[in-house]
């Protein structure tokens, strides 16, 4: 991917992992590692989610490393694609709409972080 911050551009990758549980009301423990040029950052938290039809949304508290270390939130949308792109109940595809706030201390001083994320996710 890539990320856009005071106007400039550099190249991006995220690593997720999410265990859940539940069908309509869903729990869960998740954690992502992000490369964002030659710098590491990642956010590991506890989430709570309803599932509505093809949505869900979810809400998340987090805490966030990388250039600081902090308090973070999430709230994120998800979309399960039609049955043509559903390889069985339990294992489909998503497309999501992620915005997560936080923040980071570092350093004696502290700043807010904002970072929103849209993508296509496999779900098993």
Partial sequence: GVVVAHDAATGAGVLALSLGYGRALRGGAEGSLWLVGTRAEGRV???????????????GGDLHLGGGIGPAGSLTLRYALPRLFRYSPEHHLDLFLSEDLGVDFANGTHFATSAT????EFTW
Wanted: proline share 0%; charged share 15%; glycine share 22%.
């Fill in 117 to 120: 994320t849209a993508g296509l």
């Fill in 45 to 59: 938290g506890l989430f709570a989610g309803y599932a509505a039809g093809r949505f869900e949304l979810d809400l």
